[in-house]
């Protein structure tokens, strides 16, 4: 046996995006103890930085030492309480295991289905939430990578408010990517990833609760059944004030690379990166356009940084996906679920929302697609592409 050294990729999937060099330089630092006063500054700048990053004064703001599915996790054990009914807005893979989540808290799911690929309806929330008066709970997913639609998080939110519910919203692919303003449209509790639109490592959950979903928690009749995710346990590590008492290990220097992920982000403003993922996405969008392939979602519902597009008649899914990585180390993302096999997901995430990487993934597809006889107009994609970029 020997090292692994991975090979080179262009990371275009769902998740995780490419990540810049310097979160993986910032995560080589030498590992120094997770209580060592050195660390513990280290963490309330994570916690400020990541504030801004959320748009939230949020004193519950913090990474879970987890993927982002151990953040959903969080949320749904600290918030729901056996016999609770919780309204779970579906459009997508993730509303699902929402479900899974509420369930397994002894709670009961009622769940507003939306077509895969569409935003989730305000109206049929407001419906579901009339038709069930004890529902306490609103919870949702704001940008859904499995099909690439973005729900208006503001509005489901006002709509829960209207009837005193409170929400949990999934922002795993939105943080970095799109407008998200946790205080302003009154997000209770909050969880994202840090692989995705961050370009960090995978492998942390960096999650918020607003101070009533704080006294919810603290209200709770029974203890949170999950030890790890216990957020009263957490507090204690990482809360304000106290000292700081041993939960778990932190994984320092996974902490170093979200904190230089973080910087990034802000030295670059949250604006300008909105900005790029939108300008990066009409340009990949008029590339593939050009070659006579169409986006799923309609476009006033659309995910800069997740662009689902069907695969043209007669192409073969798993072929193409496959060629795409051996001939120029791309890797684009399959369907998933309602969509497997009908569509293909190009991501333009975090610091993979570049020219360099629009221009590749158009190129490459039409190598791939030409080659395997596919009927797709050609020598029209980089044109189309540049002249967004030049416009
Ligand atoms: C990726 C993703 C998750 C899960 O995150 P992991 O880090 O893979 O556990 C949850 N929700 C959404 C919307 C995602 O895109």
Same mark, same amino acid.
């Given at each position: 046996m020997n090292s692994f050294h991975p090979p080179q990729r262009v990371l275009m999937g769902p998740g995780p995006s490419d990540v810049y060099p310097r979160v993986l330089e910032a995560l080589g630092r030498p590992t120094i103890g997770h209580l060592d006063p050195d660390f513990v500054g280290l963490m309330n700048d994570i916690k400020s930085l990541l504030q801004y990053a959320l748009q939230t004064d949020n004193a519950l703001t913090l990474p879970i030492s987890a993927p982002g599915s151990a953040g959903m996790e969080a949320c749904f054990a600290n918030l729901v309480e056996s016999g609770d009914e919780v309204v779970i807005c579906q459009n997508g893979v993730f509303g699902g295991r929402m479900k899974e989540n509420v369930e397994r808290c002894g709670a009961t799911a009622i769940m507003v289905q939306d077509d895969w690929g569409r935003a989730v309806t305000p109206d049929k929330l407001r419906q579901a939430l009339q038709d069930n008066p004890n529902a306490t709970l609103v919870a949702f997913v704001h940008a859904e990578t499995s099909t690439g639609a973005r729900s208006d998080a503001a509005t489901l939110c006002e709509i829960a408010r209207e009837f005193d519910c409170m929400t949990i919203v999934d922002g795993v692919t939105s943080v970095g990517g799109i407008e998200l303003a946790l205080d302003k449209w009154g997000i209770d509790a909050f969880y994202s990833g840090t692989q995705k639109c961050l370009s960090c490592i995978p492998g942390l959950s960096p999650v918020s609760f607003s101070e009533r979903a704080v006294a919810r928690i603290q209200g709770r009749e029974t203890p949170v059944q999950s030890w790890f995710l216990d957020m009263k346990l957490i507090l204690g590590y990482? #809360?304000? #004030?106290?000292t700081r008492a041993y939960h778990h290990t932190a994984p320092v220097n996974s902490m170093y690379a979200l904190h230089e992920a973080l910087l990034i982000l802000r030295e670059e403003g949250l604006e300008k990166a909105w900005k790029r993922h939108a300008l990066h996405h009409e340009a990949l969008k008029a590339g593939l356009e050009a070659m006579g392939m169409s986006l799923v979602v309609p476009v006033e519902e659309r995910l800069p940084q997740l662009n689902a597009v069907s695969i043209p008649e007669g192409v073969d899914d798993a072929s193409t996906r496959s060629a795409l990585l051996q001939q120029f180390g791309l890797e684009i993302g399959a369907g998933l679920g309602a969509l497997a096999g009908k569509v293909w997901r190009i991501g333009l995430m975090g610091c993979s929302a570049n020219r360099r990487n629009v221009i590749l993934c158009l190129s490459a597809l039409e190598s791939v697609l030409s080659a395997s006889g596919a009927s797709i107009a050609k020598g029209a994609a980089l044109e189309a592409a540049s002249g967004v970029f030049n416009d």
């Open positions: 990482w #809360g304000e #004030g106290q």
